[in-house]
């Protein structure tokens, strides 16, 4: 299927790595031109590179914290009409509520809702005056099925869902749309330091928590963040324009509920 973006401009946060660079390879196969963000300078550097000659499209690094007024800047002025944005950054730490204190508090909810916001505030207009816009926010299988030791990212990324909900209806006539993916297990580096965290506080050795865990997923196995990435591919075609404030849920059959 072409889905009808390729010369579109898009932004993928996160991208050196994971979900996010597998979103920005997914649509730069689509022909999109892209602008990818991550902290560490190398790593991004090397993610377009590779991406740009998969591909043949161009690809921009930026080496910033998106999550930042100044990293979202640094975005935004080298592509300054994105038609496509996938806001997704990594989850803050592991732990016990009992041991956050405000500051922990206050960067998760910065790095997993804030950020979003601000990314969604400052380019939904131009995407409104051109009408065209595709917003996917990667957030959490959490979102519905919270796990423990996540409760930073429970609850930052419960609280972007819910600003999604009321947005994307306000923009939804102007063929712009805000959807979220909500990954479960994927073998990504996150996901493994997440596994090593659950091991020790259960007393487990990885590979006894890594065997726990995939016996959960009804597929019997972990996600590759290609099929993730189809999927963020698709949300922001042409073809997607009636798919609106929806958590789509990806996660190998292993949320249990009907609804």
Known sequence: MDLGIAGKKGIVGGASSGLGKACAMALAREGVELTIVARTEANIVAAA??????????????????????????????????????????????????????????????????????????????????????????????????????GLSNSARAGLTGFVAGTSREVAKHNVTINNLLPGDFETERHTSNTKAM?????????????????????????????????????????????TGQNMLIDGGKYPGTF
């Open 199 to 243: 091991a020790k506080v259960q007393g487990r050795t990885y590979e006894e928590m890594k065997a726990i865990r995939t016996a959960a997923v009804a597929a019997g196995r972990f996600g590759d963040p290609a099929e993730l990435a189809d999927l963020c591919a698709y949300l922001c075609s042409v073809q997607a324009g009636f798919i």
């Open 49 to 150: 590179q590779e991406i740009s000659s998969k591909t043949g499209v161009r690809v921009i690094p930026v080496a910033a914290d998106i999550n930042s007024d100044e990293g979202r800047a640094a975005t935004l002025a080298a592509c300054p009409q994105p038609d496509i944005i996938v806001n997704n950054s990594g989850g803050p730490p592991t732990g016990n509520f009992r041991d956050w204190d405000r500051a922990a508090w206050l960067d998760a909810i910065n790095n997993n809702m804030l950020g979003a916001i601000f990314m969604i505030k400052d380019t939904v207009d131009g995407m409104i005056d051109r009408k065209f816009g595709r917003i996917v926010n990667i957030t959490s299988s959490a979102v519905k099925a919270p796990i423990s030791i996540l």
